[in-house]
């Protein structure tokens, strides 16, 4: 009888906490719109191309290439989103309005000196222990189809070696020094790296655009949750198109 009422009881808790944690994120999201209303001022929705940046995180070899230790963790939204093409899409127009690129790459040294692998947290020791992404190999190689051509101005920064793309490299510095305001955020992963990169983003008082169509996760249902109830906290979520269209550019229509 004792483990029945244990059991009940616990039931009731999680149901209370599940309850309170979605009237929170509720008072949040919904409470913002109530006190808009009440004389905060509207949110953009045309934005300078010259005050903007599209950060790409981790199109590389392990999430891009078939044969890559991660790919088919995100195979499923690559293939239902045809991420990769639509990403190149969005990088071609991206240029052609004059936004700044920047590309974000994820790499250590062959014998991981900069990390610490007494860290509790299991991002770093997992990258030790399974000797991957080291600099100047395959596996920390580009995307291809998003290498600048003669003529871009895209910029690439060392490799990161935290989990968001602000982490030791110089990004805050260089995007403050070009006057950008405006950030939005696509690649690999949803629920790590990119959700990493658009808080940080968020607490340097960038405005953040987190881009669905083109940012996969390594769970695709709790990714779904995090765009659904928690990346509205700290970043517009949107389409390529709906970022594209407040440039100016029509959206494509779809088939």
Same mark, same amino acid.
């Given at each position: 009888?004792?483990?029945?009422?244990?059991?009940? =009881?616990?039931?009731?808790?999680?149901?209370?906490?599940?309850?309170?944690? =979605? =009237?929170?994120?509720?008072?949040?999201?919904?409470?913002?719109?109530?006190?808009?209303?009440?004389?905060?001022?509207?949110?953009?929705?045309?934005?300078?191309?010259?005050?903007?940046?599209?950060?790409?995180?981790?199109?590389?070899?392990?999430?891009?290439?078939?044969?890559?230790?991660?790919?088919?963790?995100?195979?499923?939204?690559?293939?239902?989103?045809?991420?990769?093409?639509?990403?190149?899409?969005?990088?071609?127009?991206?240029?052609?309005?004059?936004?700044?690129?920047?590309?974000?790459?994820?790499?250590?040294?062959?014998?991981?000196?900069?990390?610490?692998?007494?860290?509790?947290?299991?991002?770093?020791?997992?990258?030790?222990?399974?000797?991957?992404?080291?600099?100047?190999?395959?596996?920390?190689?580009?995307?291809?189809?998003?290498?600048?051509?003669?003529?871009?101005?895209?910029?690439?920064?060392?490799?990161?070696?935290?989990?968001?793309?602000?982490?030791?490299?110089?990004?805050?510095?260089?995007?403050?020094?070009?006057?950008?305001?405006?950030?939005?955020? =696509?690649?690999?992963?949803?629920?790590?790296?990119?959700?990493?990169?658009?808080?940080?983003?968020?607490?340097?008082?960038?405005?953040?655009?987190?881009?669905?169509?083109?940012?996969?996760?390594?769970?695709?249902?709790?990714?779904?949750?995090?765009?659904?109830?928690?990346?509205?906290?700290?970043?517009?979520?949107?389409?390529?198109?709906?970022?594209?269209?407040?440039?100016?550019?029509?959206?494509?229509?779809?088939?």
């Amino acid at each position: 009888m004792l483990k029945i009422n244990l059991r009940s =009881a616990f039931h009731d808790l999680t149901d209370r906490s599940t309850f309170r944690t =979605a =009237a929170l994120a509720a008072f949040v999201l919904l409470g913002a719109s109530s006190v808009n209303a009440q004389g905060l001022p509207p949110l953009d929705k045309v934005l300078n191309p010259a005050e903007t940046a599209l950060i790409l995180v981790d199109f590389q070899y392990p999430f891009t290439n078939p044969a890559g230790a991660n790919y088919h963790n995100v195979q499923k939204e690559l293939d239902e989103k045809h991420l990769l093409d639509r990403t190149v899409d969005l990088v071609k127009k991206a240029r052609s309005l004059g936004i700044t690129v920047v590309h974000i790459t994820e790499g250590y040294t062959h014998d991981y000196r900069e990390l610490d692998p007494t860290n509790p947290g299991g991002f770093h020791r997992g990258q030790i222990l399974r000797q991957a992404w080291k600099v100047g190999t395959k596996e920390t190689s580009y995307y291809e189809p998003l290498q600048p051509g003669e003529g871009d101005k895209d910029l690439f920064l060392p490799p990161r070696i935290q989990t968001t793309a602000f982490g030791g490299t110089g990004l805050d510095q260089v995007l403050r020094s070009k006057g950008i305001k405006n950030v939005a955020v =696509a690649g690999f992963t949803t629920d790590v790296c990119v959700y990493a990169t658009v808080t940080s983003a968020y607490d340097l008082g960038y405005h953040v655009y987190a881009l669905r169509d083109a940012m996969a996760g390594y769970f695709p249902e709790q990714s779904e949750q995090m765009l659904k109830n928690t990346y509205p906290m700290w970043s517009k979520v949107m389409s390529n198109d709906e970022f594209l269209g407040m440039f100016g550019l029509e959206r494509r229509t779809e088939r």
